[in-house]
């Protein structure tokens, strides 16, 4: 027997097409950025797939959503890290 569902790595590059259009209307700046995202969904499409969503949307999203919070905490932590270094010197 046969997949009745496509595969969520399928589906995230039938909804890369699908927006490719969108993508070409971005200020050439942008572009790398919109890919980024992208490559954040593929990145956690094994947890994705698991759900075996009817529309990958909302796990694209989280995906997205996750390795923007990572990159926050990475950001964050090394703000502190050079905060801790500067009132270091500072005494």
Request: aromatic share 8%.
């Amino acid at each position: 027997m046969g997949r009745t569902n496509p595969t969520y790595r399928m589906m995230l590059e039938q909804m890369k097409q699908r927006w490719g259009k969108y993508r070409r209307g971005l200020r050439h700046r942008d572009q790398s950025h919109f890919d980024q995202l992208f490559e954040y969904a593929d990145k956690h499409a094994d947890a994705a797939g698991y759900l075996n969503p009817e529309n990958p949307f909302d796990p694209v999203l989280i995906s997205m959503l996750l390795e923007q919070e990572k990159r926050i905490h990475e950001l964050e932590h090394r703000l502190d890290t050079l905060q801790e270094t500067t009132d270091g010197l500072q005494d």
